[in-house]
């Protein structure tokens, strides 16, 4: 059922993004125009090896920031648990070029596990920075890294609550990611 309502939903944004699709010109020095895209669908590669199937939709704001809401799904069936994260990213591109370039932000992930008679949530906030190489015809390769800090858990099951908000961590964050600019 969740791998349902997650395949509708990629479909559904994969969808709706051609409403928004847009494509600048841009005139370099030798009088020949140059392509900047706006938007960017994309999947993170390194996390679909241990099946976290996931996807990402970034629309550039103005010509330096964009916004990145992401998704991401797993169901480990020998542990008998799923995890649904909920992401978004904020970046700032420096170089003006669109989704081209370097860029640097914050992340927020919001990671939601079930399974084996529980919930359980685990908030990370973070920042990342990297460098998205658009060939010609739209196709990315992002390369990114950062730092994730846990902020905040909780973990609730039918016999008892318990709050791990005390407990935090600082993880690495790692993007090698392909995907489809427009």
Not at 56 to 84: D, H, Q
Not at 104 to 126: E, F, K, Q, S
Not at 141 to 148: E, K, M, R
């Amino acid at each position: 059922m969740k791998k349902g309502i997650l395949i509708v939903l990629a479909l559904v944004l994969l969808f709706s993004v051609s409403a928004f699709a847009a494509k600048k010109m841009v005139e370099v020095d030798d009088g020949t125009p140059d392509v900047t895209y706006d938007n960017c669908i994309s999947t993170n590669v390194w996390p679909w090896i241990i099946g976290f199937y996931n996807v990402g939709y970034e629309r550039m704001i103005g010509s330096s920031f964009s916004v990145r809401p992401r998704v991401c799904y797993v169901a480990w069936s020998t542990l008998g648990v799923n995890f649904f994260t909920l992401g978004a990213d904020i970046f700032w591109h420096p170089q003006g070029k669109g989704i081209e370039g370097f860029y640097i932000g914050p992340r927020y992930d919001a990671w939601v596990a079930t399974g084996n008679g529980g919930t359980g949530i685990m908030n990370l906030v973070g920042l990342m920075g990297g460098y998205n190489v658009v060939l010609s015809g739209g196709f990315t390769i992002d390369i990114g890294l950062g730092v994730q800090r846990n902020i905040s858990n909780s973990v609730s099951s039918s016999t008892t609550t318990l709050d791990l908000s005390t407990f935090t961590a600082t993880l690495p964050s790692f993007d090698l990611a392909i995907g489809w600019a427009f």
